[in-house]
């Protein structure tokens, strides 16, 4: 009886971290640009295939991994670059449809190098599960765990401590009095489009040995992270963290307890309740719409 | 300015002159075929620019008010025996009641709440639609029994007598949905020059000063809200009885999207602009079905271009430029010559 709870539990905790971090990318970029953007499930996406594909040329894991890493970055700065940037009198939802755009299009090409297939990266660790009070734990999911909590400890310490940090809060705060300091603001829009992408990666690196990986897993995993950012309050970094765990739970106990034909309905009942009873999500003060 | 452009001009009568050439110019089946799916998508996309266009809000679940029309016609004519134009009336209601009661609350809130509303409600009725296979027929789809009225029966499978013509159910059906197209653009055009669309021209414009001059904001938003959302079902209630048979995909995230690009392709705000879009998105797929694999690529490449390139639509992006490079006094001869 507790043994299952436990097991749902990690499950939950486990993809809650995966969606802790690709909301935490929709928080930046939203802070930043006040743009939602929907190409951030795409990095996920090629944070899993792009490993897979380097390990297949050859190259070790953890190296396949961080040129995977590197290619997402890469990707994003130019998506911002390219896109973003040069389109940037347009409306917002103008510019969200280029990044629904710009995720058609990677999805695209993802599928004409990659196929269509299902593939699954090799558990980082020999041992594939532990045993925790009955309860069965995959060693991946410790990675997850781990990897995400010192993702979003490196992530509050860059924000605190560094300048560049600074100017990418200050920037979300007031974009005016920020370029007034010497904030170069599209500099700080385009490091929040990298940093996004480079966390969506690194979920899909660490997830994909758990969840599979193939060409279109970007929608689902990419619209669930913008509903536990939605959930933490769009905008506030604790939000998307407490938001992605709280989803990744709820969704774990769904498919365990009640159905598991509708565990990919609990975000989106989720939304709508919070949209009913708390729009500004769990932790969202801050943004209050401007007139 | 931009918005209130499109009541003044010809549009309407150069609407019916092209819907009556395309039979004439392409005496297909096959085109006519692709010509009736696009203008019911393009009567669905008229709708949703008034929500978009002119309340400034979008919805990212339209296809599932498409799809719960449709599979609202399928089920109640197929499972339970009802005549077309009742389950049609009634699919309407039901989705407009839904709109209602998501609408209400979030419309009352600034921002793009309403977007993310309508993505989550869409999702979950693409899942419901997906999973309660013994009334929808689950992922495999379901037939639609062909649209009738007292006893008269459109088909594209037969044939008709008017006048001493023969003419195909596929003409017939083209003519339909050229009427419907027709009838949508004429709704919405009325529905714009209203006291309704004025005051929503101005919430688009600044919500603060329509207010203080006493406009409900909030009001104007829901009643467009579900209309566009009823336009969606009626049109999803037509295609059904046209292709006969509809599956899940109708429904998904995906196919919100498109409609939504449609819009914002041809010009948020402009009837006609949307029509182009529509249109366009839905010849995509023609064009590129020899490069069928890149044709995601292709789709995801174009719409970013046309996005970054004329943000504010292909139609509203051209008449700009045609009036910069024949500006108003060489077009009528005014008093300077």
């Given at each position: 009886?507790?043994a ?5 539990l990690?499950?939950g ?10 909301a ?8 930043a ?10 990095f ?19 190296l ?18 390219l ?6 009198q347009?409306d917002?939802v ?9 995720a ?34 995959y ?15 490196v992530?509050?310490?860059?924000f605190?401590?560094?300048l ?11 974009k ?11 500099f700080v ?20 040995p ?5 060409y ?15 959930i ?14 709280l ?9 365990g307890?009640?159905s598991?034909?509708y565990?990919?309905a ?10 009913l009873f708390m ?13 | ?18 819907l009556?050439?395309?039979?004439i110019?392409l005496?297909?089946?096959?085109y ?19 929500l ?8 990212l ?19 339970y ?15 407009a009641?839904?709109?209602?009661l ?8 600034k ?25 929808t027929?689950?992922p495999?789809?379901?037939p639609v029994q ?6 008269f ?8 007598h ?12 083209y003519?339909?949905?050229g009427?419907?197209?027709?009838l ?9 020059d ?15 000063a ?12 829901l009643?467009i ?10 049109m999803?209630?037509?295609f ?19 409609l ?6 041809g ?8 029509i ?7 010849l ?15 789709f ?11 943000p ?12 910069r ?13």
């Open positions: 009886m507790f299952e709870f436990l097991q749902y990690f499950a905790v486990t993809t809650g971290a995966i969606y802790a971090l690709v935490l990318g929709f928080t930046l970029v939203y802070n640009s006040h743009v939602i953007n929907f190409a951030q499930g795409e996920i996406m090629i944070g899993g295939m792009a490993t897979l594909a380097f390990m297949a040329m050859g190259l070790p894991m953890p396949a991994i961080a040129m995977a890493i590197l290619l997402a970055a890469v990707l994003g700065a130019l998506l911002h670059r896109a973003i940037a040069t389109a940037r347009a917002v103008t510019l969200i449809i280029i990044t629904i755009g710009a058609i299009f990677l999805r695209g090409i993802a599928q004409v190098i990659w196929g269509k297939e299902y593939h699954a990266l090799p558990s980082f660790s020999e041992r594939a599960s532990i045993e925790v009070m009955g309860a069965v734990m060693t991946q999911s410790l990675w997850v765990l781990g990897i995400a909590t010192v993702l979003v400890l992530l509050a310490l860059f605190k401590r560094t560049l940090g600074k100017a990418i809060l200050a920037t979300c705060m007031n005016q009095a920020a370029r007034l300091m010497g904030v170069r603001i599209q829009v385009m490091l929040a489009f990298t940093l996004a992408a480079i966390l969506g990666a690194v979920a899909g690196a660490v997830a994909a758990i969840t599979l990986t193939s279109d897993i970007g929608i689902m995993l990419g619209l669930k992270g913008f509903v536990a950012a939605a933490g309050g769009l905008g506030s970094g604790v939000g998307a963290v407490v938001g992605g765990l989803l990744g739970i709820a969704e774990a106990m769904t498919a307890y009640i598991s034909d565990k990919d609990v975000a989106f009942l989720l939304i709508l309740v919070i949209l729009p500004r999500g769990l932790f969202g003060s801050r943004v209050a719409e401007r007139v | 300015m931009r918005l209130s452009m499109p009541s003044k001009m010809p549009g309407l009568p150069v609407l019916v002159l092209v009556l050439l395309v039979p110019i005496n297909d089946e096959f006519l075929d692709i010509a009736t799916q696009m203008a019911l998508i393009a009567a669905t996309v008229v709708g949703l620019n008034l978009v266009g002119y309340a400034g809000q979008v919805s679940g339209h296809a599932a008010f498409f799809a719960m029309g449709a599979y609202g016609s399928a089920i109640l004519t197929g499972t025996g009802w005549t077309p134009v009742p389950a049609l009336l009634c699919a309407a209601l039901l989705v009641t839904l709109a209602w998501v609408g209400r609350p979030i419309l009352r809130l921002g793009h709440y309403l977007s993310m509303a309508t993505l989550g409600l869409g999702i979950i009725i693409a899942i419901v639609i997906n999973n309660e296979g013994w009334l027929g689950g495999d789809g379901i062909p649209l009738s009225l007292m006893g029966e459109l088909s594209i499978f037969d044939e008709y008017l006048f001493g013509l023969v003419i195909s159910g596929t003409h017939a059906w003519a339909l949905a009427v419907l197209l027709v949508a653009v004429w709704i919405a055009q009325n529905l714009i209203s006291p309704i669309g004025r005051a929503l021209r101005a919430v688009h414009g600044s919500e603060v329509a207010r203080t001059v006493g406009v409900d904001t909030s009001h104007y938003k009643l809200f579900v209309i566009s959302a009823v336009y969606a079902s009626v999803g209630s037509f059904a009885h046209y292709t006969g048979f509809i599956t899940p995909q109708l429904a998904t995230f995906e196919h919100s999207i498109e939504i690009t449609m819009v914002v392709l010009g948020m705000g402009s009837t006609y602009g949307v182009i879009g529509a249109v366009l998105l839905l995509l797929p023609q064009l590129l079905t020899d490069f069928h694999e890149y044709e995601m690529m292709m995801g490449l174009i719409l970013m271009l046309t996005m970054i390139f004329m504010k639509g292909l139609l509203p992006t051209l008449s700009a430029l045609v009036k490079h024949w500006p108003a006094g060489v077009r009528s001869s005014g008093p300077e010559g």
